[in-house]
């Protein structure tokens, strides 16, 4: 079997292909071949297997980042219903994780590894411990994922950041992110009010602390490997659209950890990703004031530990690097068995 990655430039989107393509690999006793194409569009990869060319889109955006017609197959992140068609796939959500990142240091060729603008998720790599590196968009190993749920009494966790519309050009965007900021700091604020078995707030920045100044979280608390552990020791994770109304990565973490999630509605086809199985359906961007009664239909009877069960299985065949290559392969084979 012949698999070839081609990036352009390693960036934080990429950490999931990257790293899942180097687990499927080791998994495989592949040989790992990872190298730079500048003709790859920046936040894409090109996986070439055998003679099929597999186009992965990380945009944050429901545009295509490239032409679908390019590929055989292209698998899009942030996909409208509307958009797909007999190539295009979803790519359902994106999580910056990571698998033995010096392991795959070492058997990156030298071109990839001395390319300046990939400088900033090889520090990463190296920096196990986040010594220099104190990005919120850190990675965690696979490895420290829980494996099972554990019931903590039905606490909640909603920590998330604001979006400064005046850093933007675009009209349309910022009215979004002041849509966006609206519904975090309502939301934290309700949850707060209502539920003391919470943990809500901003992340600090000069917007955060200028016009939600009782919200603001402890930094050290919002570090990555930090907010990792602290996740663990809840039971539903509360969620809403990112930029460009598509879901962003905490929405991933959650399921990864097995949470029940709340969260606004999914623009974006996510396969076999259900209301009322895997998460719980405000019915606005902005309907905060629901938040309550959906809280409380999860604390009934603990039913929050059913989502979560669901969550951390759909995770393990959807997201984790165990499958994450694998499922995309084996339904390129089913269709050219079809074909």
């Not at 919470?198 to 050290?220: E, F, R």
């Not at 603990?302 to 994450?324: A, I, Q, V």
Request: net charge positive.
């Amino acid at each position: 079997m012949r698999l070839k990655l081609e990036i352009s430039v390693w960036t934080a989107h990429l950490n999931h292909l990257i790293y899942s393509y180097f687990y499927y690999c080791k998994m495989e006793k592949l040989k790992i071949d990872i190298c730079l194409n500048t003709n790859v569009v920046h936040n894409g990869g090109v996986l070439i297997y055998d003679n099929s060319s597999i186009f992965f889109d990380y945009s944050d955006d429901t545009i295509f980042i490239d032409n679908p017609l390019n590929y055989d197959y292209y698998f899009k992140r942030s996909l409208v219903v509307s958009k797909k068609e007999a190539n295009i796939f979803p790519l359902n959500f994106n999580v910056p994780l990571s698998y033995k990142c010096h392991s795959l240091l070492i058997n990156l060729n030298i071109e990839t590894l001395l390319f300046k603008p990939n400088r900033e998720q090889i520090i990463k790599a190296i920096d196990k411990w986040a010594f220099f590196v104190k990005s919120s968009h850190g990675v965690t190993d696979i490895r420290n994922y829980p494996k099972k749920n554990k019931d903590n009494g039905g606490k909640i966790i909603f920590q998330t950041r604001l979006w400064n519309p005046d850093n933007h050009p675009d009209k349309e965007e910022k009215e979004r992110r002041k849509l966006q900021n609206e519904f975090r700091i309502n939301a934290c604020r309700i949850i707060k009010n209502n539920f003391k078995n919470s943990s809500v707030g901003l992340i600090t920045d000069n917007l955060s602390k200028n016009i939600a100044p009782d919200l603001i979280l402890n930094s050290s608390e919002t570090k990555k490997g930090n907010y990792f552990k602290l996740l663990n020791n809840f039971d539903i994770g509360i969620a809403d659209d990112g930029l460009k109304d598509t879901p962003g990565w905490k929405i991933g973490e959650y399921l990864l950890f097995g949470k029940a999630v709340i969260s606004t509605p999914l623009s974006v086809e996510i396969d076999g990703f259900e209301e009322h199985i895997n998460y719980e359906k405000l019915s606005s961007r902005n309907s905060y004031e629901e938040l309550p009664e959906k809280i409380n239909i999860l604390l009934k009877d603990k039913r929050y530990l059913e989502l979560g069960e669901n969550n951390l299985n759909w995770s393990l065949e959807y997201l984790h690097p165990k499958n994450y290559i694998n499922r995309i392969l084996n339904l390129i084979e089913n269709k050219q068995l079809i074909h």
